[in-house]
Every structure is written in C-alpha cells, then in structure tokens.
C-alpha cells in the first residue's frame, strides 16, 4: 500500500480512489441538504429509502430539469432534479449491495 508522507513525518494513505469530498461545491450542498429537508417535512425523514424504482426517480428528475429550463419559479427545480439523481444512484448502489431488492433497478 501506498502512503503520503508529511513534512512532520506522519504518513497517511494515499487519497487516489477515495472520491475527493473537498471538491464538492458547498453552495449545491447546501441546496441538495435544503432540498433533503423540504422532503423529509412533507414525506417523513429518510421515507425515500425504503426504496423506489429507478424508472419513476429518474421521470421525476427529467421533469425537474425540464421545468427548470423552461424558466418555472415556482420551487426549486434545479436541486430537485439533482435529489432525484441522487437519489437514483443511491438506490442503484444499494440494489448492488443487496440492501433493496433487485426489481427496484428496473432502468439502466
């Protein structure tokens, strides 16, 4: 295994392969966290995991997007397109891993 060594002699492995959190905008995570809340007041916290088909996530993600591009004000599109995307590679991961039952990833 490969290490990153520092100038105080502490090693720590290396990051390649790991995802790079630090990359990630927190301006779009504060919207998909404010998005997250908004859901959980009207559907019950973590209600979306119990699992739901990729197929109708991701018609609700393409409607998003579509609203947003047509300008719509009325909620925000953007962040919900991007929950819904989310969501959909979540369920995938977790269908893979045998946490949600296989007929959810109905897509793909």
């Not at 301006?27 to 809340?37: D, K």
């Not at 739901?52 to 947003?68: G, V, Y």
Request: charged share 30%.
């Amino acid at each position: 295994m490969s290490h990153d060594k520092f100038s105080t002699g502490s090693i720590r492995d290396k990051r390649e392969g790991k995802g790079r959190y630090d990359l990630l905008p927190p301006e779009g995570i504060a919207l998909l966290a404010r998005h997250f809340e908004i859901g959980a007041g009207k559907y019950g916290e973590r209600n979306w995991e119990l699992g739901q088909p990729i197929s109708r996530i991701m018609d609700s993600a393409l409607r998003h997007a579509f609203q947003f591009m047509a300008g719509r004000k009325d909620e925000d599109h953007l962040s919900a397109a991007c929950w819904n995307l989310i969501a959909a590679m979540t369920i995938r991961e977790r269908v893979r891993a045998g946490k949600l039952p296989k007929d959810l990833e109905d897509i793909g």
